[in-house]
């Protein structure tokens, strides 16, 4: 390597930083607080270290003004931005299912830490849910569509485009749309249970008075609950599975 390509290859290495590493702050598991601020920078330095030659064709030339190498740095951190906190949506779903299950269970109030949201509190279920579904993840190979798509977010998004705040913003939408439409559906079972079980224990207070209805709902609500969870939870994983392929499989290009 001539010395006169050391300015041009810190360049590309610096940009491609700026964007995969503010995409792995921000993606699910990987960019957990609970994992060492080293072992994230690390990763983050191999994966571009893996693709600098593949994707250092789509960088232009070191430009010789400041200005111009700060606009492209803001261009790659926005871009960055945009696609890790789509990805960090994925969590998102299973915690609307969470929230949801666990307030047909009566366990709404039972809070534990959430494995994919770094100090934050969530229902018990949640934080169940979202730990089975970080597992799926990685079990199934899921992530290795997330580093291709990181490459060809190079194809999708060049950095020598203009910022396409038009696609990001309907990106934006589609992803928030998604993620309460399928974490309705995950818990769909349960909302029904709700439904028929609290309808069923209005009919009851009305015809028996005097029987303490609270001390029966909850812990009724509590086991059956857990009964549908158990039957249902392959069938929810298979669900949410297929729907993190979907959305992984948006930043591929064709």
Not at 15 to 43: E, H
Not at 48 to 75: Q, R
Not at 238 to 254: C, G, K, P, S, V
Request: charged content about 10%; overall charge neutral.
């Amino acid at each position: 390597m001539e010395l006169d390509l050391l300015p041009q290859t810190a360049y590309i290495f610096i940009l491609m930083f700026a964007r995969l590493g503010t995409i792995m702050m921000l993606m699910p598991a990987v960019g957990k607080k609970s994992i060492p601020a080293r072992i994230r920078l690390t990763t983050a330095l191999l994966i571009c270290l893996v693709l600098y030659p593949s994707s250092s064709v789509y960088f232009g030339k070191l430009p010789d003004e400041l200005f111009a190498i700060a606009a492209i740095l803001a261009h790659e951190l926005l871009v960055g931005f945009a696609i890790g906190l789509c990805l960090r949506m994925l969590m998102a779903t299973l915690q609307v299912a969470g929230t949801v299950i666990a307030f047909q269970m009566s366990l709404s109030m039972a809070n534990s830490m959430d494995p994919s949201q770094p100090g934050v509190q969530s229902a018990v279920v949640a934080s169940f849910l979202s730990l089975i579904g970080i597992t799926i993840i990685f079990t199934t190979n899921l992530h290795h569509l997330a580093l291709v798509g990181l490459h060809d977010s190079y194809v999708l998004f060049s950095p020598s485009s203009a910022l396409p705040v038009e696609d990001f913003a309907a990106l934006a939408l589609n992803t928030i749309v998604s993620t309460f439409t399928v974490g309705i559906q995950i818990s769909g079972p349960f909302i029904v249970f709700g439904l028929v079980f609290y309808i069923g224990l209005g009919l009851l207070a009305r015809l028996m008075p005097q029987l303490q209805i609270f001390f029966i709902a909850m812990p009724a609500a509590i086991a059956i609950g857990l009964i549908l969870l158990a039957i249902l939870l392959g069938t929810m994983m298979m669900w949410y599975h297929n729907y993190a392929e979907i959305q992984f499989t948006r930043f591929l290009a064709d």
